[in-house]
């Protein structure tokens, strides 16, 4: 005997899909900060009007429900004790937001004992190790670096661990 009925995330989807675009906008927003862009695309994916959508967004905009700085923001301080600022960055203008944008936010937001002391929680399982071995050494730099932190952050870790 089959059970027809549909699977509870199946039925969310359906539900989803069977929205409005108001809706489905304030669904989205009800969940996390979305960016302009990113609600964007996610609505042209479901097929919609393009020009009902941007007539939308704007209207979610101009009645602030929907703020690419705000997302920003959050977004800088949800990420910045893992991430360095170059890193974050990137990622924001992946999400479609200004350049103009995320420099303020940087700019606001950005400290260098803050990005010194997260760079120093990214690598402190090194800290026992011996770091005057130049490929430790080498591979907890890159570590630093590929995150978004600054080569001067990076110098400043390392020779903060070696001092341990």
Same mark, same amino acid.
């Given at each position: 005997?089959?059970?027809?009925?549909?699977?509870?995330?199946?039925?969310?989807?359906?539900?989803?899909?069977?929205?409005?675009?108001?809706?489905?906008?304030?669904?989205?927003? /009800?969940?996390?900060?979305?960016?302009?862009?990113? =609600?964007?695309?996610?609505?042209?994916?479901?097929?919609?009007?393009? !020009?009902?959508? =941007?007539?939308?967004?704007?209207?979610?905009?101009?009645?602030?429900?929907? /703020?690419?700085?705000?997302?920003?923001?959050?977004?800088?301080?949800?990420?910045?004790?893992?991430?360095?600022?170059?890193?974050?960055?990137?990622?924001?203008?992946? !999400?479609? =937001?200004?350049?103009?944008?995320?420099? /303020?936010?940087?700019?606001?937001?950005?400290?260098?004992?803050?990005?010194?002391?997260?760079?120093?929680?990214?690598?402190?399982?090194?800290?026992?190790?011996?770091?005057?071995?130049?490929?430790?050494?080498?591979?907890?730099?890159?570590?630093?670096?590929?995150?978004?932190?600054?080569?001067?952050?990076?110098?400043?870790?390392?020779?903060?661990?070696?001092?341990?």
């Amino acid at each position: 005997m089959e059970n027809n009925k549909p699977k509870s995330s199946e039925k969310k989807t359906y539900e989803r899909k069977k929205m409005g675009i108001n809706d489905y906008i304030f669904f989205l927003l /009800s969940r996390r900060d979305y960016s302009y862009k990113e =609600i964007y695309d996610k609505l042209i994916k479901r097929e919609e009007n393009p !020009k009902e959508i =941007i007539e939308k967004l704007n209207w979610m905009k101009e009645n602030n429900y929907q /703020s690419d700085e705000r997302m920003a923001e959050n977004y800088y301080k949800s990420r910045k004790n893992k991430k360095g600022s170059r890193v974050i960055a990137q990622e924001l203008k992946m !999400k479609g =937001i200004k350049e103009d944008v995320i420099k /303020s936010i940087i700019r606001e937001n950005d400290n260098e004992e803050d990005n010194f002391q997260s760079a120093l929680n990214l690598v402190i399982r090194f800290k026992d190790l011996d770091l005057n071995d130049k490929k430790l050494q080498d591979k907890v730099f890159r570590k630093i670096v590929s995150r978004g932190f600054s080569f001067d952050i990076a110098k400043k870790v390392i020779k903060e661990l070696k001092n341990k």
